[in-house]
């Protein structure tokens, strides 16, 4: 393969945002990270589930394990209620923050929707996204995790992803958090919505409360200004599953 062929076969990946090189970092890490919770997780909770990509994944690496979905949109709630009907899923249409009550939700109808947020969608995302742009306001039941029903399991591990209100929602789960063993959660190194969370926070947050980094999972580069990193997904663990 000529020099040339390969220039351009690098530049359409960059173009269309992948890189080679981080996907199969992406495939690495997700799976040793998936390894290390075997037969050490009793509950999935998985927080802002949108069409439910990973619950496949999830039914077959943790067989027979309960999995618990929040998607506060309530057309995708209805789709994952239809597409996973088993005695194991179960969906809740509820967004997740730090108390309870009701509030606006941005929706994005555009990239089936994982752009929507209780945040207002910031600049920079609509920059480099606007196919993604938030195009109506509905109002949502919102909870606290800490108020939820989700008891009679030590073994938590959560997958949350609710574009930049992740701390809000790890602030209302603070008791919860006692009985999590693993955390997948994406973050962004900037702000890509109003009033979003930032990624130090977050690992902040959960440092002091005894979990530690495994991993980060680097999947978004802004490959339109200078490849920097804008999003990434950090996994945690607790200390005692490392021991084993």
Known sequence: MSTQI?????FLFLKIGLSIRFAKHTRIAETAFLDALTNNVD?????????????????????NTPIIMYEAEPTLAQFLVSKFSSDLVTVRNKAV????????FYVSTGTDGQSSSLLHMGNRHLRWSPESAQSKVINVETVALDS?????????????????????AFRGAIELLKNVVAIDV???????YDGDCSWF?????LV?????LFDIDPWFHDHTNKNELLQADFRFIRSSLLSR
């Open 208 to 212: 002091s409360n005894n979990f530690q």
């Open 6 to 10: 390969k220039s351009v076969i690098k």
């Open 97 to 104: 923050g730090s108390k309870n009550g009701t509030a606006e």
């Open 148 to 168: 939820e029903k989700i008891s009679g399991f030590k073994s938590i591990f959560l997958k949350i992803d609710i574009q930049g209100y992740e701390l809000e």
């Open 43 to 63: 509950c999935v909770l998985y927080v802002g589930a949108n069409r439910g990509q990973m619950v496949e994944k999830f039914l077959n690496k943790f067989p």
């Open 201 to 205: 926070e977050i690992s902040d947050l």
């Open 186 to 192: 994406e973050v962004s190194t900037e702000s890509m």
